[in-house]
């Protein structure tokens, strides 16, 4: 107890206010902001490819003859095709709204837009711009122009570049012409970017970018070893108190999020979805089956055993309150309930279950055994449905959920035990007192 006394105050001093400065940060909390308003376009254009799916008898070869497909692909090509002109917009209007300048939120979001259309120009032929630097090869390039503009803006702003109008003037048009001088700045800068990288090797920012900054991060962030980082991260933030996925996803949803829409480019090519056809196993979907079975921590077996199997008054309630929400992958209740944070006896399988379950799940994918995920579906989708939809279908995902919803519960279980234990042991010493009370009282 005494070497975790001293963890506690170390986390306390050093970590916790890092930690809590991080998640609060504007530029963090405008990346995850944007990328959240990416969703309903992912969400959309994931229900879309699974409809050109579906495992019924003759359905293939129907939607294929009947030309309901092409629509099908339509749709789920225009969803995922911006992506990443959309999150352009959003962190700009996010993090314009983060620095208090709400008036400026939507010119700023305009200016970035028109940025990251500039940055495009000479990938362009005959006039025509390639579709694909709108989708998801653009993500983490639009994010960067994104921060950038607004960036560029709040420098202006602060120089008293802008141009003022009279109060009579109306709002609407006060607030363009505030926007003129910043815009014709921070669309130029961009502009002159676009020309030296025009006469490099490079055809244009976002294959710079790609190659200079994503290279790395996405090598990183596709291993074992940087999916791994992500789960203690969440986990360990989590055990103080911390709303450890708040945090992470901030930092990593932008590169999830594009291995997710990389698999999806694939499955709708046609291509089996397994890892020795280019498919990527780190991804958003594969982190909402391994991590957060139930939650943060993977802890729907930890709820199952408190529902089923708990002796104390205080789990067998904590289990019934968690039981609803943990099916939607919520466990709040439970982290705090229980409680996990700062309870050194449940911070270990918290922690080790969706280490564990990660590890399993990549090798058996990575070896081809289990198809890999490659559709978003809202986070709050119930274990299993989502592993099965998110795969397309795959029973072989279907197993790898009940396999990781056993494996918690093993896991878990001789924590719970001795933690029930001792729960069951304080309730019966606070009744026996409670009635040698009640004794004395009659006497």
Known sequence: MKIFNGFNIFLNKHFIPTANKIAAQRHVVAIKDGVVATMPLTIVGSLFLILSFLPLPGYSSFIASSGIGRYFSFISDACFGIVGMVACLAVAYRLTVGYGMHELALSNAIIAVSSFFVTMIPSAVNG???????????????????IVTVEFVNKVLKRGLVITLPESVPPAISKTFMSLIP?????????????????????????????????????????????????????????????????????????????TLHNASLAAQGIENIYSNGYIISSAAFTDMTIKIGGSGSTIGFVLLMLFRARSKQLKEVGKLSITPSLFNINEPVIFGTPIVMNPLLIVPFILNPVIITIISWFLMKWDLVKIPFVMVPWTTPPIIAGFLSSGFSISVVLLNIFSIILSIVIFYPFFKIYDAQLAADESDVKKEDSLESLLEEI
């Open 183 to 259: 815009g014709v700045i921070v669309i130029s800068f961009w502009g002159i970017v676009t020309a030296i990288l025009a006469n490099t090797s490079f055809a244009n920012f976002h294959d710079a970018v790609n190659v200079i900054v994503g290279t790395p991060l996405r090598f990183a962030s596709t291993s074992l070893v940087g999916q791994l980082t992500a789960v203690l991260l969440t986990t360990i933030l989590w055990c103080a108190g911390i709303h450890g996925a708040t945090i992470v996803s901030g930092i990593m949803d932008p590169i999830w999020l594009e291995n």
């Open 128 to 146: 025509n711009i390639s579709m694909g630097y709108l989708g998801a090869k653009s993500l983490f390039t639009g994010v960067i122009i994104a």
